[in-house]
């Protein structure tokens, strides 16, 4: 069975919103940039919107050089990253990794906007993910989210009102595999890059937030667990890790190499 990448997403702050891509190059660690910073609280454990739903109205550009974030009523954040800030111990989840610190100025605006006390890091060192052999930055525990366009559209078809994909924060939305056919593939290629599927993805509060407003409601969990819930969680979509990484364009075929 045959596809096409129909988008491509990247989140340089974790727990921002997405930036959309024409292209990008994906990595060993995911798409350039992915997860590359994150706030953390002072004892260095990750803040997400599970924390602070708020944090979806944060509107993250890095061009590998500056950060820049916008929220609501106030100035933009225009920050020049670093390396030469002290090396932090920091936590996601269960996973003890590593961040530069970026400096008062960065935390100052976060904790204005955000009304907690935090600071800004940025990704160091290596970090292997959970299970399959690959390697991440700061996201959950996988390089890559994985969704079908058809499995939205049968979610959105037993809901009262649809819900953009936005919700789920996939990097890479593909479409011809059918409705959750995402969970039936174990290698795919796309474009010159190849990734596998090694996990599917439990979800959380965090698709109950409105990625526009910051506002949380019950959907779609309370409908997905209905019908996909298995292995202790709510599935939808599949944690990828880089087999060959590679330049992605919109509109790259996507080729089934292997099947589960």
Partial sequence: MNGVL???TAFPLKGGRGVAHDRADLLATG???????????PEGRFLSQRDLPGMALLHPAYDGAELTVGAPDVEPLAHTATDGGPVLDVY??????RGVDQGDAAAGWFEAVLGVGCRLVRFTGHRPTR?????????DGYPLLVISA??????NAR?????PMNRFRPNLVVAGLGAYGEDGVRLLRIGAAVIEMVRSCTRCVVTTTDQDTGVR???PLRTLATYRSF????????????????????GDPVEVLEYQ
């Fill in 92 to 97: 996601v989840h269960r996973s003890t990794c």
């Fill in 217 to 219: 409601g019950r959907e």
């Fill in 231 to 250: 292995d202790r969680g709510i599935r939808f979509g599949q944690n990828a890790v880089v087999r060959i990484p590679g330049p992605l364009r919109a």
């Fill in 6 to 8: 129909r988008e491509l």
């Fill in 159 to 163: 809901l009262d009102a649809p819900l």
């Fill in 131 to 139: 299970r399959g052999g690959g390697e991440v930055a700061f996201a």
């Fill in 150 to 155: 058809e499995s939205l559209a049968d979610l």
């Fill in 31 to 41: 798409l350039r940039h992915d997860r590359e910073f994150m706030l953390v609280t």
